[in-house]
């Protein structure tokens, strides 16, 4: 694969890092992406490429306010065909967590803005994730200022109104993100929950019918980082909705020597850890992650800031990545995916379904500035490639030649697709 653009995303000037809400970089069926984060002026705003990451669009306002924490989820990361972008941001003058969704399906349509949570007092230390159900019922849960005010919510009718359910936070600084399930009952929900006192990362299962959460533990010696300006995430989760699981990775710890990345699948019914991790016994100053699933040919993509051989300083690294095409039984060479380093880097985000001409894309933050780093796979020879399944990444031009002996003449290249 080959590193083939890397631009900055919308505004200059972001607060995007400020607070532990779970954010992942869209993509649409038609390769489409949107990301939406919080700007210089602590709005809500969200940008769109169309051509892959090359360049993006200006930034459109969701909300006008003081965020400081942002969460989004997409319809179809939960088997829902309604292109809706779910978004949850704390504004921190009235203390209050907002709902409002952005219809990609409906030339970017915005929803009627409603109240999730009505607090009192909003910290940058806190957490937010918003997800909806395989059935179709919205989940959203937190701590909007580090353990003074734990809320957990759900919503039946797309939004309009939110009542209380049982809450999976716990105390202090947790962190979690939540996830549609599997089970038998559509409307349970799956939480990758992060306990900051004990160390320990565990998986809660929601059962919808009863209003309840089971825990089971899934690694404990997992040292958190408190999620404000000095970074966030180093816990990640792609869903596999063919597979029936979650894909999670995770740091033991950050910016520590003989840190381990590790990874796991994750369902109702079974916590399995990769033979392998993703980065085992670091150097040093890495950490930082986030996990994308090619849905076309099934491997796992995991990214990470710093090299592992501790070259880098933490917080002035460069973006890494390595894939698995055995589910975790190997990982591919780690391969610098940003140009070079970045000062300052405090989030990565990702497209944890890619669904479009197998294209990964990433985007991320640095001191303030979003950049998406794309790379493009490598074109299949004309003797392998299949009939009716276009290659290559929308408006950009595949040049040379294939291994299989085609050139771009004979293998029909229309507008930067291969169309056999």
């Not at 947790?174 to 549609?180: C, K, N, T, V």
């Not at 950049?371 to 490598?378: E, L, N």
């Amino acid at each position: 694969m080959t590193t083939f653009v890397e631009t900055f995303v919308g505004s200059l000037v972001t607060a995007q890092y400020i607070g532990a809400g779970t954010n992942y970089l869209v993509e649409t069926s038609a390769g489409v992406l949107y990301q939406v984060y919080v700007d210089g002026n602590s709005d809500v705003v969200f940008s769109k490429s169309l051509d892959s990451g090359k360049t993006w669009a200006a930034p459109v306002t969701v909300f006008t306010g003081t965020t400081t924490q942002l969460s989004v989820w997409f319809g179809p990361w939960s088997g829902i065909a309604n292109g809706l972008i779910y978004c949850a941001y704390t504004e921190s003058v009235t203390d209050d967590v907002l709902y409002r969704t952005i219809d990609t399906a409906s030339a970017d349509a915005l929803g009627t803005q409603t109240t999730i949570f009505a607090g009192v007092s909003a910290g940058v230390n806190g957490c937010i994730s918003i997800t909806a159900s395989r059935g179709g019922n919205l989940i959203c849960a937190g701590c909007i200022d580090a353990g003074l005010e734990p809320f957990s919510k759900k919503s039946t009718d797309g939004g309009a109104s939110w009542g209380n359910i049982a809450s999976p936070y716990e105390a202090t600084t947790d962190q979690l993100i939540l996830a549609p399930g599997f089970a038998a009952d559509n409307q349970d929900i799956l939480c990758i929950y992060w306990d900051a006192d004990v160390e320990e990362i565990s998986r809660k299962v929601y059962d919808d019918s009863g209003d309840s959460w089971a825990e089971t533990s899934i690694a404990t010696s997992m040292v958190d980082s408190v999620a404000n300006t000095g970074g966030f995430p180093n816990f990640s989760i792609a869903v596999d909705l063919t597979g029936t699981r979650l894909i999670l990775a995770a740091w033991s710890a950050v910016d520590t020597v003989d840190a381990d990345l590790r990874c796991w699948f994750v369902s109702e019914s079974a916590i399995t850890e990769t033979t392998t991790n993703v980065v085992l016994n670091s150097v040093d100053d890495q950490g930082l992650c986030a996990v994308s699933l090619d849905t076309i040919s099934g491997d796992i993509y995991v990214y990470y800031g710093g090299k592992s051989d501790g070259s880098e300083v933490y917080n002035a690294i460069a973006v890494y990545y390595k894939v698995t095409t055995d589910d975790g039984g190997t990982w591919g060479a780690e391969t610098r995916l940003s140009v070079g380093v970045i000062s300052g880097t405090r989030q990565i985000l990702t497209n944890p379904r890619m669904v479009y001409l197998s294209a990964e894309l990433i985007a991320i933050s640095s001191s303030g500035i979003l950049r998406c780093a794309s790379i493009m796979p490598t074109l299949p020879g004309v003797a392998t490639v299949q009939t009716g399944v276009q290659y290559g990444i929308n408006g950009v031009q595949f040049t040379g030649t294939f291994s299989g002996g085609g050139t771009n003449s004979n293998a029909n290249i229309l507008g930067g697709s291969v169309v056999h």
